[in-house]
């Protein structure tokens, strides 16, 4: 293993947050490349400890050829990045999306490294018929470029089920450095646990939850497997794409909690908050499919993006979903980091 991804490993492994990095465009559905920019300064003085460029909250789309934004906006991400950890001497984890075929997604792995990405978080949703043996050697061939992150994205919006047996042959894949659960779903969040618990590899994988609907619990929750235990360590998430700052503050608070029981109550209860924040901005009663315009919304809210414009000019916010997103807005003020943003917001998109 290289020292580059020991360092990736190390990182991963002291628990971060990481906002899954959205898309900003114009009216006319064109990279807006100012507040492209201003998103990825936003997470950097946020406290970020990375950014995930080029996955779901991205929008897939980048890749298509009429688009062809995919390395664009990493290279603009990791522009501002870069910039940031010279300003500040930080370094950050710099995560890139890849997906596909095995052709496509070797392809993108090299674009990646070749670009100076840390990692990538591979989604299988493109192997939707493929069998264990198929998904694991397309995983180690990815893997042969650049260490990879696995990623369980729920069915509802293009993942695929992965079972067990997956999981088990997957997490002893020598690249694998850290995966996300985004199962939404807690027997299928079990199953991945479960694997990593029983793996000689446990303690060189790092776990992030991507369950933006149980974020807090699972980062409070010892997993215990007889003998054994894993614990997520941090989140990659697309509801920490808003109100970031946060976010840094509740996953320090969750930590301090570990410590300190009696503060537990406080946090489970912020916890429950932010379920309910998430089903609005998600658009979870609709089998979430506003959940990026959702995402944009608040961001547009704040000034960071000029619209909820998506590459598909047919996604947009469900019937209902914007008055969702005011009434968790109204109900739970302490969520929201607008002060920190209105106070860096001109700088941001100078």
Partial sequence: MSDSTERFRALLQQGLVIPAHPLAL???????????RALTRYYCDAGSGGVAVGVHTTQFSIRDGKVGLFEPVLELAL????SFEQKTGKVLTKIGGICGDTRQACREAETLRRLGYDGGLLSLAALSDASNE???????????TIPIIGFYLQPAVGGRPLNADFWLNFVEI??????????????QTMEVLRAVAHSERASQIA????????????????????????????????QWAVWTRRAVELLKSVHDAKQNRARLDTVLARGAEITDA??????????????IPGIHEVLRRQGLLAGSWCLDPHERLSEGQLEEIERVYAAYPLLNDDAFVADHLERWLS
Avoid: M
């Fill in 26 to 36: 114009t009216s006319a559905l064109k990279l807006d490349e100012r507040r492209q």
């Fill in 207 to 238: 776990l992030y939850t991507g369950n933006d609907d149980n974020i807090v619990a699972d980062l409070l929750t010892e997993f215990r497997f007889g003998d054994r235990t894993v614990h997520f360590v941090g989140g990659l998430l697309g």
């Fill in 278 to 291: 998430n089903a609005a901005i998600f658009d979870a009663k609709n089998v979430f499919r506003g959940c």
């Fill in 79 to 82: 522009e501002e990045v870069r």
């Fill in 134 to 144: 198929a998904l694991i050697e397309h995983c180690r061939a990815v893997g042969e």
């Fill in 174 to 187: 020598e690249s694998v450095v850290a995966i996300k659960v985004a199962s939404f779903d807690r027997y």
